[in-house]
């Protein structure tokens, strides 16, 4: 089993950013695709972006692509967000994900965070 744990979350203004980070824990958390949904109020959870275990390939949402950048820092087992030039409908919760190879892909996943709230002022 995996465990993730979110953090970086907070208020920002419109046209701001953040920084999320997730650190993952468990014996086969360094062979796992890592990445972010996000589930807005009264919405379903939505897929951000994924990178794959080794940090070479990255895919994200039409909505946040050109915005938001997804790294992995795989000697410390922790994925990061950085979102730029956040809109008011970025406002969310985001959780971390982990799964096996292309599984996220297909919007599914074998471990999930708590969460971290995004909350945009505009």
């Known amino acids: 089993q995996v465990q993730l744990v979110e953090s970086g979350g907070g208020l920002v203004q419109a046209g701001g950013s953040l920084r999320l980070s997730c650190a993952a824990s468990?014996?086969?958390?360094?062979?796992?695709?890592m990445g972010w949904f996000r589930q807005a109020p009264g919405k379903g959870r939505e897929f951000v972006a994924v990178?794959?275990?080794?940090?070479?390939?990255?895919t994200y949402s039409d909505s946040v692509k050109g915005r938001f950048t997804i790294s992995r820092d795989t000697a410390k087992n922790t994925v990061y967000l950085e979102m730029h030039s956040l809109k008011p409908e970025d406002r969310a919760v985001y959780y971390c994900?982990?799964?096996?190879?292309?599984?996220?892909?297909?919007?599914?996943?074998?471990?999930w965070g708590q969460g971290t709230q995004v909350t945009i002022s505009s």
């Open positions: 994900a982990a799964g096996p190879p292309g599984a996220l892909l297909q919007r599914w996943a074998r471990s």
């Open positions: 468990g014996r086969t958390s360094s062979t796992y695709d």
């Open positions: 990178i794959t275990r080794s940090g070479s390939s990255t």
